[in-house]
């Protein structure tokens, strides 16, 4: 059985620019504790569609436990079992110089995944290692996870079958 991970960030890709924009519009106020509800609605259907788990790698994870990260996704309508775990700041490397979140993702998958896991990243950044860009949905900061195509591309990096 394959399991599907979703390895996600969260500023700009749940937490948008636009969003942030129209809460100041409505409300007069910003937080980044309510997300973008469409890029939101998206990460629960994909979840749901292929029974993915969330790992987040957003510097969230920093400051925040994972209880508490669960308590924003479940306030932002995104059922708190999706999250499964946060990567490890402390991922080996074999070069200082350039380490990046991608030595993160393939430490996690080294130390927690079956062989037959099958991942997406979803970040606003690319700083992936060459292997993972196969895997990377770069989205736009302004719109993150809140795009048609962004969810298109998702689906079909999950679909895919990878070795």
Not at 8 to 24: A, E, F, S
Request: proline fraction near 2%.
């Amino acid at each position: 059985m394959v399991s599907y991970i979703i390895f996600l960030d969260i500023d700009g890709v749940l937490n948008t620019r636009n969003h942030l924009k129209r809460q100041k519009i409505k409300s007069g106020k910003v937080t980044n504790k309510d997300w973008d509800p469409t890029a939101c609605k998206y990460i629960s259907m994909l979840c749901e569609h292929y029974n993915a788990r969330i790992v987040i790698t957003s510097t969230w994870r920093h400051e925040y436990t994972v209880k508490q990260l669960e308590e924003f996704f479940e306030s932002n309508n995104i059922s708190p079992n999706f999250v499964k775990d946060v990567t490890s700041s402390y991922a080996p490397q074999p070069d200082e110089k350039n380490y990046c979140r991608g030595h993160e993702v393939k430490y996690w998958l080294q130390n927690n995944s079956s062989k037959k896991a099958s991942y997406v990243i979803i970040d606003d950044e690319a700083t992936f290692l060459e292997t993972q860009q196969e895997h990377l949905v770069k989205v736009d900061k302004n719109k993150g996870f809140s795009t048609k195509e962004a969810v298109t591309k998702a689906s079909n990096i999950l679909e895919k079958k990878h070795h």
